[in-house]
């Protein structure tokens, strides 16, 4: 309760997926009623990040687009939700984008400590996930004070909307309601 829940969902696709699952967490989060801010990264200018470390320094990017903002709501949030479409057996490119984009919040106190994933792909294999989580793993990592605090995946789901009816939706909303 009373929790500033920031969900990031990274699909840039209509009627997406791993956007649903977004949304039922949120569902899950606001019952329990806690603050949620969802964000789309359709539409969002993020730049790639170009390796300076200035950020390091000044604690911020030079770069002030999109990504800018969103990483400073990340640092500042209790719990960060990433709902991102399965590429390649990986997260997203725009995703990845974001979480190189986060590096100026590095060397800084962050408040978020528990972080969650939600995915969805066209393998229902239980291995689907395997590197996608482990390449979430490794950002969190770098944010001692934060954990992967639990993760959800749709798998089957090809087509915009195929994920409607699918058990997943339920887990992200039980999920949202237990952070
Ligand atoms: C570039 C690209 C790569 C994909 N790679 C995989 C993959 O490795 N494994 C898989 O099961 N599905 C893969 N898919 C299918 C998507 O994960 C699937 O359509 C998913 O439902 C998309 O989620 P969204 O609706 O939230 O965008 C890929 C799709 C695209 C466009």
């Known amino acids: 309760m009373d929790k500033k829940v920031v969900i990031i969902s990274a699909s840039l696709r209509k009627d997406s997926n791993s956007e649903q699952l977004a949304k039922a967490f949120a569902q899950g989060a606001e019952r329990a009623e806690n603050e949620i801010e969802f964000i789309s990264l359709s539409g ?17 990017c030079y770069m002030q687009d999109d990504a800018a903002v969103i990483a400073e709501k990340i640092k500042n949030a209790d719990v960060v939700v990433f709902a991102t479409p399965i590429y390649y057996y990986g997260i997203s490119g725009q995703l990845k984008t974001l979480l190189d984009r986060c590096n100026p919040i590095f060397p800084q106190e962050y408040r978020f400590r528990d972080v969650y994933l939600l995915m969805a792909a066209a393998d229902d294999n239980p291995h689907t996930t395997d590197k996608v989580i482990s390449s979430l793993a490794g950002w969190v990592e770098c944010f001692p004070r934060c954990r992967l605090a639990g993760t959800v995946f749709a798998g089957g789901v090809t087509a ?16 949202g309601m237990h952070i």
């Open 44 to 60: 969002k200018k993020m730049g790639f990040c170009t390796g300076c470390l200035s950020c390091q320094k000044t604690f911020r």
């Open 160 to 175: 915009p909307g195929d994920i409607k009816n699918h058990m997943a939706l339920k887990e992200a909303f039980d999920a």
